[in-house]
């Protein structure tokens, strides 16, 4: 490839790129930062934690008890087992036998036309009985306090969704990459 016909490649790619991450950045700082305290609303509406699991069983334990830690008071958690071949079902399971406010289901199998992890959350929000859901991986670690201020939030300014922007913790350079 000639000297030209490289720059006229990487130039392009170069600009798109630094416009995505030009982009990101800016959606980053403008988007709103949740309160340290928020008020609470009068009656705290069922939130119900859909939370997808494939396999996961070194990951559902610690994360599900994460998310049971925090200080929302009216939570359910549904756990959708979904076709697993580890022991993420038995994990699972005793999980909900520990804590009255988990619920799991077990997929045995992948209807047709079906992606396994967009039918286990849809599986998982026909079976909850919240007013809010918050779908979350089953690796996910929620801080103590996000939720309750995330909902008071919500229903302070009368907002029907809400997206939250994690804190990642690094796992190595490729990973990051």
């Not at 006229?8 to 950045?25: D, E, K, R, S």
């Not at 009255?100 to 967009?118: A, Y």
């Not at 959350?121 to 103590?144: K, T």
Request: contains cysteine; aromatic residues 6%.
């Amino acid at each position: 490839m000639s000297e030209l016909a490289w720059c006229a490649f990487v130039a392009p790619c170069a600009i798109a790129a630094l416009g995505t991450l030009y982009a990101a950045v800016r959606s980053i700082r403008a988007a709103p930062c949740i309160a340290a305290t928020v008020p609470e609303p009068s009656a705290w509406p069922k939130l119900s934690m859909i939370v997808p699991a494939c396999n996961e069983e070194g990951t559902l334990g610690a994360a599900t008890r994460a998310k049971l830690a925090c200080d929302y008071p009216n939570l359910e958690v549904v756990i959708v087992e979904d076709r697993s071949t580890d022991a993420t079902a038995r994990v699972a399971d005793e999980l909900a036998a520990s804590d009255p406010r988990v619920r799991v289901l077990h997929v045995d199998e992948l209807p047709e036309g079906w992606l396994g992890k967009v039918h286990a959350l849809d599986q998982g929000v026909r079976a909850s009985r919240g007013e809010w859901f918050l779908l979350s991986d089953a690796d996910v670690h929620l801080s103590p306090t996000i939720v309750k201020r995330v909902i008071a939030t919500a229903e302070e300014r009368g907002l029907d969704f809400v997206a939250m922007m994690p804190h990642m913790i690094p796992g190595g350079f490729w990973l990051d990459v």
